[in-house]
Each structure stands twice: as structure tokens, then as C-alpha cells.
């Protein structure tokens, strides 16, 4: 276990002519200094309550907090040793985990959340201390979490770090996102790309991931036109911004061997198998520093939250596929010899409460 500062102190250890322009500043060789994040983002308010449970006389505690969402003790995956003075496990959900914590590729930040200044519970029942807006809001909590600054400055922490790097740095799509929410990865002086997993190596009949294609060809033509027209100059801008990006998807999709992960056929494991193989591409172009944000939906869990139906799949069957993905995923960056180059957080807007909800699920609370 280890908590943010510890987790922050050390993170820091983490042709054509208009393809030809978009990549001016990238060597065609691998850059030897990579380094890639990526966040993964758990929208709807993750219980995180479940993922790490006490082993030891404290799950008693846990278990009367818990009450009917309670997970029994004997199906707890163990870790081995002791954090912070208890003995955990994992959720049988989260089975795939153990190898990666044993292992010290993986590790836990506990109690990460919204904070203006240091509360304590006497403080905030009393409302003597400065808390975030909007607690418990979806939306404004997702902005906030992602480092929102309010509506005259809407860039997230990402976007402002890649603000604060140098040009050759952030040589080559410094920010995707792949999310509905992308504030997190929105910068004031540093491009976005927008990624989708779902979107093919074709623009009509062009194949966008051959160079010789001449339809493709033609298609890079039109996103070149200028004009003396300030309108059709921003829109043939925009064009030729989009159309490059959607060539380096395109190539980054065909780069190389597939993942070897065993990814799940979720949008999740679809998401991150398609972003395993398009690091590897980014690596081998060039590219310096990246962040990358995943979305995936559906974490508001008020109801039935262990419902094992395959037609009404309940939270735990849902963190299954995102910890087989997060696996499958972490396989396929080893396989293409990345491992040290890529860090992945996971995140949630906030936590759920730990007593259950009249449903059969949790309510919105604070930390996870």
C-alpha cells in the first residue's frame, strides 16, 4: 500500500507531404526515452469498498459496514504480507490482480479523492472547512477529479503538463482521449487527438493505413486546400488535423504483431487492446511523452450491485472484464517490451457509500 504523496514523490521516475508535416519533429526511430500514462477512467462512482477487503480481524469491521454487500472471507483472493498493519484480499473479481501485486507491478492508493484542505469528520459535520463543489454530482465531480479550473481555464491536469513541456517532448499526439469526458487530457497550448476503437483503417474507399494508395492520396490532397477565406482556412485546418490523426490510428492499428493479451470482448478490453498496439506504434515513430484517457461507463451501481444474471450483470461481474482488460493489457505492453516505459491509473469521480443502498447497491460518497 502506498498513499498519494508516496505514489506522486515517485512517478516521476514515470510520402506525403501532409503526413510529412504532421511528423516533421519525429525521428523514424525508436525513442530510446518513452515514457507513456494512461488513464483509465471508472465513470458513475466506482465502489472501490470491494476491490481490497481486510483478511484479518478487521474484516469484521468491514463486514458489518457492509452488510449484505459484504463479500465472504473464504472467497477473498489473499495477498501476501502485511500494508499498513492488516492483511488483505482481493474481490474474486479482481482474481487476475494477485499475479500483478505480487509481482510489485501494481499497487493501491487508498482514500484518493476531491480535497480542497485537509477535513477532518469533526470538521465537515460541523462545516467548518472548505469542501469541493458539488460533492456527490457526477458530472462536476468528474471535471473536478480531472483537475477542472473552473469555466475560465476548463484545461485538466494533463493538458496543463503538456502545456509545461518542451516542443520535442511532445512531438507526436501528446494527448488522446478516448472518453466522452476528456478534461483530464485538455490542455490551452497542446493538441488532442481523439481516438475510437470501433473506427477501421478506411476513409470511404481510401486505405488510410497504405502510403501508396492513391485514393488516399487524393483524400490528403483535399485536406490541404487553403484559402484566402478565414472560414475555409480554419475548416481546411481542422480538416487536415483530423485527417492526419485518423492516418496515425490507422497505422498504428496495423504496426507490428496484435496484442497478445487475452482480452474480454467488452468495450473495455476493446479500448485497451486497441491502445496496446497503438503505444507500441507511437513508441517506434518517436514519440516522446504521451497521456492517453480511457472512459468506460456504467459504475452508478444503486441496485443489484452483486447480481451475477448475464442479463442484468451486477458490478462485480463488470470489474471482472476491467481487470482481465487491465491485465490482457499490461501482457501485451511486457510483449512489445514496454514494461517500463507505460504507467496506468485507474480513476472514479468519487467512491460509494459502505453501507448499502434500499436497492440493493451503494450510494454516492467521497474517497475510494
Do not use: C
Not at 142 to 151: N, P
Not at 242 to 257: K, L, P, R
Amino acid at each position: 500500500m502506498i498513499n498519494r504523496r508516496d505514489f506522486l514523490s515517485h512517478a516521476g521516475a514515470v510520402s506525403l507531404a501532409g503526413i510529412a508535416a504532421t511528423l516533421a519533429s519525429v525521428k523514424n526511430v525508436q525513442a530510446a526515452d518513452y515514457k507513456a500514462l494512461v488513464v483509465v477512467f471508472l465513470s458513475g462512482g466506482f465502489d472501490g469498498n470491494n476491490v481490497l477487503v481486510p483478511t484479518d480481524a478487521a474484516y469484521n469491521d468491514y463486514a458489518n459496514a457492509r452488510s449484505a454487500l459484504a463479500l465472504p472471507k473464504d472467497s477473498l483472493v489473499r495477498l501476501s504480507g502485511s500494508h499498513i498493519g492488516h492483511q488483505f484480499g482481493l474481490s474474486p473479481a479482481n482474481r487476475a490482480f494477485a499475479d500483478l501485486f505480487e509481482q510489485k507491478r501494481m499497487a493501491v492508493i487508498a482514500n484518493a479523492g476531491a480535497l480542497v484542505q485537509p477535513t477532518t469528520m469533526a470538521q465537515l459535520r460541523d462545516n467548518s472547512v472548505r469542501l469541493p463543489p458539488f460533492l456527490g454530482s457526477h458530472t462536476e465531480q468528474e471535471q473536478w477529479i480531472q483537475g477542472w479550473m473552473g469555466d475560465e481555464d476548463t484545461s485538466g491536469w494533463g493538458g496543463r503538463t503538456m502545456d509545461a513541456m518542451s516542443a520535442d517532448m511532445k512531438n507526436f499526439q501528446p494527448l488522446v482521449a478516448m472518453a466522452r469526458d476528456y478534461t483530464a487530457v485538455l490542455g490551452n497550448r497542446t493538441s488532442l487527438s481523439l481516438a475510437n476503437s470501433g473506427s477501421g483503417s478506411r476513409w470511404g474507399n481510401a486505405e488510410l493505413s497504405d502510403p501508396t494508395s492513391l485514393t488516399r492520396q487524393r483524400v490528403e490532397w483535399a485536406s490541404r486546400l487553403q484559402s484566402s477565406n478565414v472560414y475555409d482556412s480554419e475548416f481546411s485546418r481542422s480538416l487536415q488535423a483530423a485527417y492526419n490523426d485518423t492516418v496515425q490510428f490507422a497505422m498504428g492499428q496495423s504496426y507490428g504483431t496484435a496484442p497478445t493479451g487475452d482480452f474480454p470482448n467488452a468495450q473495455i478490453g476493446r479500448d485497451l487492446r486497441y491502445l496496446a498496439r497503438h503505444l507500441a506504434y507511437a513508441k517506434q515513430v518517436g514519440a516522446r511523452r504521451q497521456i492517453y484517457l480511457v472512459q468506460d461507463g456504467g459504475y452508478d451501481s444503486h441496485v443489484d450491485q452483486l447480481s451475477t444474471s448475464t442479463s442484468n450483470p451486477g458490478l462485480e461481474m463488470k470489474i471482472g472484464d476491467v481487470t482481465n482488460s487491465l491485465v490482457a493489457f499490461d501482457k501485451s505492453i511486457q510483449s512489445y517490451g514496454m514494461n517500463n516505459d507505460v504507467i496506468t491509473v485507474i480513476m472514479s469521480e468519487f467512491g460509494r457509500t459502505l453501507d448499502p443502498a434500499s436497492g440493493g447497491g451503494s450510494d454516492h460518497a467521497w474517497g475510494n
